[in-house]
């Protein structure tokens, strides 16, 4: 079974301090990393992509990508009361007739307190 | 531009009862794809369309479920008879070129009684 994990939470931060959410992942071959967000009772939506080693940054949110530890991550800058929400991890991986699917994580569900 | 649309939100049907959720995909986005989440469980992959053909259909979890996407563009996906199991989130997503930037629907939230 390929997994994805992550820590359920919930994960408090104050209003300011920076949030960090960590996932794993079992299947050494995917390629493709997401974050999602997903408020209560939405739909997920993404917020950032990533494919190589290292750190992508996009405005207050970086992801880190570490393929030798199976290991990627978020960190949300200045987080906002805004932010709260759970963020889901998901891990391209290959199906059936060599197409590609997402393997999702739980979540984590963070909270920013004013 | 319209994003994904589901209907309905909300199905509740008794066990041993049909129902079919339907989803529009973004215009122009050949891939589509059914997601489940099961309460207190991670959102799982169910089956992937291009255009009007099945890419993979490995995450369909048995042969009561029964997907279809007419002439490429909306889908269906028919539970029949539902179980209770059953019960769930069902998210469609759809993108232009395979994961990269996929786009969920709002979901329908199926109730088996």
């Known amino acids: 079974q390929k997994e994805v994990e992550q820590n359920s939470g919930p994960l408090s931060v104050p209003e300011g301090a920076i949030a960090s959410l960590n996932c794993t992942y079992s299947?050494?071959?995917?390629?493709?990393f997401f974050w999602y967000r997903q408020y209560s009772g939405k739909s997920p939506e993404l917020i950032m992509s990533i494919y190589s080693n290292g750190d992508k940054e996009d405005g207050r949110f970086t992801a880190q990508l570490n393929k030798a530890s199976q290991y990627v991550s978020l960190l949300i800058r200045d987080s906002q009361p805004s932010d709260s929400a759970t963020y889901l991890c998901a891990v391209s991986v290959i199906g059936a007739n060599s197409g590609y699917a997402l393997n999702f994580g739980k979540g984590t569900s963070l909270l920013v307190t004013p | 531009e319209a994003g994904v649309t589901q209907f309905p939100s909300h199905s509740v049907i008794e066990k041993g009862q049909t129902v079919t959720l339907r989803c529009d995909p973004i215009?122009?986005?050949?891939?589509l794809y059914w997601y489940r989440r099961v309460m207190g469980k991670e959102i799982k992959f169910l089956l992937h369309f291009v255009k009007e053909s099945k890419q993979d259909e490995s995450g369909m979890p048995n042969n009561r479920f029964l997907a279809e996407r007419t002439g490429g563009t909306y889908s269906t996906l028919k539970v029949q008879p539902a179980e209770l199991e059953d019960s769930g989130v069902y998210f469609c997503a759809s993108s232009h070129v395979g994961l990269d930037l996929l786009y969920f629907g709002p979901g329908t939230r199926l109730t088996v009684l």
């Open positions: 215009s122009g986005h050949d891939n």
């Open positions: 299947d050494r071959v995917s390629q493709s």
